[in-house]
């Protein structure tokens, strides 16, 4: 089964608000990332922040960390009609073990 | 630079059939990830490859599933027999190294369907 849960499944939002994913995870992490897909194909990576960081900052893109907590929240400011995809957190454990999660469907009406 | 390519883009094959798909990674990468993603559902770790060896096919679903890694570039994933539960798209993703701290680059994906 997947590690990483996002919630919500699903998000619809108006452009130029401010959309908040989340996602919790099980197990101990080295690091966390963030990526984005498009029409169900291939995924392109937004964001990684280690598991000593707690918040990281890349353009539009917010990402926290809470390991206590086991959880991460991307959070996307302005939002744009371009941003519509769907978002997956991936957790990376031991040396090359990716766990992704089943992803926030996000659509963003102009 | 060239980014990680997928082939075919679509496949339609009967049931009973094999299918071979392919996945060349960016030059360079020595690790090479397999994942299969079920219409609307998270990816599905297959099996991965450091080099030409394969140290985890944990995810292979059954012995129908195989793979293999030549030259340390292309990956070859193949299904005998294919059945229906067996559509889904296949996604290849390469990094340079494996490990820590290395973001993974995805082909486009293989949408194989088992008529």
């Known amino acids: 089964s997947q590690q990483g849960e996002e919630d919500p499944q699903a998000l619809s939002i108006q452009e130029g608000e401010n959309a908040t994913m989340n996602c919790s995870y099980k197990t101990s992490i080295n690091n966390l990332q963030w990526y984005r897909q498009n029409s169900g194909r291939g995924l392109v990576h937004l964001i990684l922040?280690?598991?000593?960081?707690r918040e990281k900052h890349s353009g539009r893109l917010r990402v926290t960390l809470d390991t206590s907590k086991k959880s991460s929240s991307l959070l996307i400011t302005a939002s744009r009609a371009a941003d519509t995809a769907s978002y997956f957190c991936a957790t990376v454990t031991g040396t090359y073990k990716y766990i992704f999660g089943t992803g926030t469907r996000l659509k963003v009406l102009a | 630079g060239a980014g990680v390519s997928q082939s075919p883009s679509n496949k339609v094959t009967e049931k009973g059939k094999d299918v071979e798909l392919r996945c060349d990674p960016i030059?360079?990468?020595?690790?090479l990830y397999w994942y299969r993603q079920s219409l609307g559902q998270g990816l599905e770790f297959l099996i991965y490859f450091q080099g030409n060896s394969a140290p985890d096919k944990s995810g292979l679903p059954s012995d129908r599933f195989s793979a293999e890694r030549t030259g340390g570039s292309v990956s070859t994933l193949t299904i005998q027999r294919t059945q229906q539960e067996d559509s889904a798209v296949y996604l290849c993703a390469s990094s340079l190294f494996p490990g820590q701290g290395n973001e993974q680059y995805f082909g486009p994906g293989t949408r194989l369907t088992v008529t």
């Open positions: 922040i280690r598991s000593n960081e």
């Open positions: 030059s360079g990468h020595t690790a």
